[in-house]
Structures are given as C-alpha cells and as structure tokens.
Nanobody
Framework: HVQLVESGGGSVQAGGSLRLSCAVS????????MGWLRQAPGKELEGLAA???????TYADSVKGQFTISRDNAKNTVYLQMNSLKPEDTAVYYC??????????WGQGTQVTVS
C-alpha cells in the first residue's frame, strides 16, 4: 500500500506563489505516473498536472504556464509549483499516483486558499 502525504498548502494573497510537496512511501522512480488534482467547493475534481517515470509532463489547459510539476526521485517527493495564484485557485489539492501495476493511491489533500 503506497502512502502519499501532501504539504505546503496555506493561505496566500492573489498573485502569490506556493509550492506543494507530496512525500511518497515508496521509490517514485519506478512507481508509475504521479499527478496533482484539485477540488474547489461545489466543483468537480480537476486534474492539473502529471509526470511520468521518464519525466515527461502534461498539464491541464487551465494551469499551463502557471503551475509546474516536478519530481525528486532521491527524496521520493513530487512537487507542484504554483505561481500567480488567483482566488479561483482556492481548492483542496491532492497528490495521486497510478502505479505501473494499475493501482490508484491518493493523499489526504492540502487546502490552498487565495484571497
């Protein structure tokens, strides 16, 4: 069972930046695809960014150029750098993985509030 723990959320003013971290209990170099999603109040879950084992990344159009996903295999950690934050970025942010074995694992989420 893979465990994911997000951190780095908080409150920030519009225009500010935050970097979210996702600590993974297993070596992420070979685990599979890692990603970040968010859910705003009253809205559906939204996929934001993903990074594969080879380092290739994909982004939702809504955050392209604003958010950057990265990984540090040595630290078993995935990051989401969020810049130019807007009030509409307020949400609970989740880290997740789809392993090469086809299993899905999620973190507990971290709240980001932009005012």
């Amino acid at each position: 069972h893979v465990q994911l723990v997000e951190s780095g959320g908080g409150s920030v003013q519009a225009g500010g930046s935050l970097r979210l971290s996702c600590a993974v209990s297993e070596y992420i170099g070979t685990i599979g695809c890692m990603g970040w999603l968010r859910q705003a109040p009253g809205k559906e879950l939204e996929g934001l960014a993903a990074i594969d084992g080879d380092g290739s990344t994909t982004y939702a159009d809504s955050v392209k150029g604003q958010f950057t996903i990265s990984r540090d295999n040595a630290k078993n950690t995935v990051y989401l750098q969020m810049n130019s934050l807007k009030p509409e970025d307020t949400a609970v942010y989740y880290c997740a993985t789809v392993t090469y074995g086809g299993h899905n694992y999620w973190g507990q989420g971290t709240q980001v509030t932009v005012s």
